[in-house]
């Protein structure tokens, strides 16, 4: 394919693999239509790229990729020439200069990779929502990927241990139960004298053993779910006859709907036999309340196929872009 675009943000860095170090380079495209895609370098071309906000990058001969949304990767065949003289160019330079509808965009990528040098905060939230089937169906948080969506979900357990002694210090999230009390951060001892607690909640949704997916939830999201700061939460907990396990039972029995922004990835590890694992872990970065009841009836899922490429069309038709994030 043939296409030339501005950029948006994101860096060169190192990714490592099992087999050899390889240089990954991501960064996000936009073209006049306002669709927003994530194109992929490697290696050399990934080392000399230096594409700034702005500018003109002409994608020849890219790969379309189809994990989640739509993604350009490159092959050897694959060329960016920067700023290149041709009519198109110029025009979507204007149409950039003139000022877009950032509103307007529509990121057809989902989610990046974990050594592009993109992050979460050049990314938009994609606003779809996806039942759990179809999370389970699609290739999102599968290899190197992270990926966002959105869910509306009830909570039908929790796992025990909600709660954990934190840094007093604000916006420090370190637990202070791992560090023998202190802070690894110099500059955070001595502690305050009033505890903090903040939370680290796994739970689940969905009622069939077979259909349930865990989830973990840090503060403050965490506070959303629960209805309470975790300080209180841990008061009650501490005193006996308090209202604490009634309150969580509560939260289960109420059926109440949350609206989830989920990120999910793939985490690795040993067990004791040294055979490798992998998992895919789910972790809520924010909440809000959705419906009280019934509201799997209303959420629209119209429209949402995971791994449908269907923007994969215009994706090819376009002959520019714009190259918003490096
Ligand atoms: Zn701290």
Redesign the pocket.
């Known amino acids: 394919m043939r296409s030339a675009s501005v950029a948006l943000d994101g860096s060169t860095q190192q990714a490592s693999t099992k087999q050899k170090s390889r240089m990954l380079c991501e960064v996000q495209v936009v073209d006049k239509e306002g669709h927003v895609v994530r194109v992929t370098m490697w290696n050399s071309r990934a080392k000399i790229f230096s594409g700034k906000h702005g500018q003109v990058l002409h994608v020849m001969n890219s790969v379309v990729e189809h994990r989640g949304g739509v993604t350009l990767n490159s092959s050897e065949k694959t060329e960016f020439p920067l700023n290149p003289k041709i009519e198109e160019a110029d025009e979507l330079k204007q149409w950039f200069t003139d000022g877009f509808d950032e509103a307007a965009l529509k990121h057809i990528s989902c989610g990046y990779s974990k050594e592009g040098g993109l992050t979460s905060t050049t990314l938009e939230e994609l606003p779809k929502v996806l039942t759990k089937a179809q999370v389970r169906a699609s290739r999102l948080g599968h290899g190197d990927c992270i990926d966002y969506f959105n869910m509306v979900e009830n909570i039908s357990g929790f796992q025990e241990g909600i709660m954990y002694q934190s840094?007093g210090?604000q916006g420090?999230r370190?637990s202070l139960e791992k560090h023998k009390g202190d802070?690894p951060?110099k500059e955070?001892t001595p502690q305050p004298d009033e505890k903090q607690y903040k939370y680290k909640i796994g739970f689940t949704t969905g009622e069939d053993e077979n259909k349930v997916m865990l989830l973990t939830v840090f503060s403050p999201a965490g506070t959303m779910i629960i209805g309470a700061p975790a300080t209180e939460m841990y008061k009650m907990e501490a005193t006996p006859n308090t209202q604490y396990m009634k309150k969580l039972e509560e939260i289960i029995t109420s059926g109440t709907f949350h609206k989830l922004l989920v990120r999910v990835s793939t985490r690795h590890w040993m067990d004791v036999n040294n055979w490798e694992h992998c998992e895919l872990q789910y972790h809520v970065v924010s909440a809000w309340p959705a419906w009280d009841t019934g509201a799997s009836e209303e959420v629209d899922t119209s429209g949402v196929g995971v791994d449908e490429p269907a923007d994969v069309n215009n994706v090819n038709k376009h002959a520019g872009w714009l190259l918003l994030d490096v």
Request: a negative charge.
């Open positions: 840094c210090f420090c370190e802070c951060v955070h």
